[in-house]
């Protein structure tokens, strides 16, 4: 149904009608992510950190012809960084109705890249991208991601970013999609640190068995091989990227649901799920080093003899020690240090808490030889 939602919306977008002296390039895009594009002349994504970049000379200015669409949270709109020439030169934000964006004007004819980067996850809504417009006699020149190491990194809010431009104490309450910045999520500052290229699969409020809301409808593992995750109908090409590094970070969500709603979280359940995951992803990516983290949200304080800290690093370090008991050697355990003020949004990770994350957890790393 979604899907065909998109369809429509992609034949009110081809109405846009640009100027003569200009053209639109997509093609010769590149991207680096989770994207769709089974629809001619559009590419269609939603999950955050989803990169485009393009290489060209010979054009002054140079927009892009994108718009917003399937807004969870009408009032929230996605947010992408925008760099030229590997310098970032802030934030734009589509609206809901496709027109160009200008990236930059005054541009010398010498040769330029540009990269746009969400920022935003996939509840604030799905992208359509038709392309950056250039001069018309310009040239497009080869570009690409070329990295020697893939990474991926699993998650849900905590991976997304989720608040994290906020910082303070008391927390504040309610999330706002400005205040969202995956490029400073702990997973890509990891990446970077590693100079690799980045692919992110994570979603607020969703766990391995349960989600934040109580129910299992659209768990991580459930919408791990679709494109779009709210789009039953998209499916990866898992030939698209293949990761040598894959991070799982889940079930915060599904003891938050055991604290807010009274739904014991079953250890040989969480673990059972938790090994299929992994199985499943062991299948898809024979060769990846896996690693299963524990998050930096939970505490053996609060819910009160809930000891949800010691139980979660007790049931992912189980998961860890039956996969190498049974013969996978390549999948280990890291867990995250509790956070400490200031805070994000609704008590999520600050930027400056992600940026602790990332450099222990690349201690870590180099200790298996990254």
């Not at 991926?152 to 927390?171: D, Q, R």
């Not at 699969?201 to 679709?226: E, W």
Request: hydrophobic residues 35%.
């Amino acid at each position: 149904m979604k899907r065909r939602l998109i369809l429509f919306l992609f034949l009110i977008c081809c109405c846009h009608s640009f100027t003569m002296a200009e053209k639109l390039v997509l093609k010769e895009c590149s991207f680096l992510g989770r994207v769709d594009n089974a629809y001619k002349g559009k590419v269609i994504f939603s999950y955050p950190g989803v990169s485009v970049k393009l290489k060209f000379k010979g054009s002054s200015k140079i927009s892009v012809l994108m718009a917003d669409t399937l807004r969870s949270i009408p009032e929230q709109s996605n947010y992408f960084y925008l760099f030229i020439d590997g310098k970032l030169k802030g934030k734009i934000q589509p609206t809901t109705q496709l027109q160009p964006i200008v990236l930059a004007d005054g541009l010398s004819k010498s040769e330029h890249t540009v990269e746009l980067i969400k920022l935003t996850e996939s509840q604030v809504g799905t992208t359509i991208f038709n392309g950056f417009l250039l001069d018309d006699r310009s040239k497009v020149l080869k570009s690409d991601y070329s990295a020697d190491l893939n990474v991926e990194f699993i998650g849900n809010s905590i991976t997304c970013g989720y608040g994290n431009e906020v910082a303070s104490f008391p927390p504040k309450s309610g999330f706002e999609s400005i205040n969202q910045n995956n490029y400073f999520a702990w997973g890509a500052i990891v990446a970077r640190k590693l100079s690799a290229n980045y692919q992110c699969v994570a979603y607020s409020g969703r766990g391995l068995r349960r989600n934040f809301s109580g129910d299992s409808l659209g768990t991580l593992p459930l919408i791990y091989n679709r494109v779009l995750p709210d789009d039953d109908d998209s499916h990866w090409n898992f030939k698209n990227y293949t990761p040598n590094l894959l991070v799982i970070n889940l079930g915060t969500n599904d003891f938050s649901a055991e604290t807010n709603l009274g739904l014991t979280v079953d250890s040989v359940e969480f673990v059972s799920s938790y090994l299929k995951f992994v199985k499943q992803l062991r299948d898809f990516y024979p060769k990846a080093t896996i690693v299963c983290v524990v998050g930096p949200m939970m505490s053996d304080d609060y819910p009160k003899d809930g000891m949800q800290w010691s139980r979660i690093q007790r049931y992912v370090g189980s998961v860890v020690s039956s996969s190498n008991k049974a013969g996978d050697s390549n999948i280990y355990y890291f867990a995250h240090d509790p956070q400490l003020p200031p805070l994000g949004e609704d008590y999520h990770p600050s930027k400056s808490t992600h940026e602790r994350m990332a450099d222990r957890f690349v201690s870590f790393l180099q200790t298996l030889g990254y």
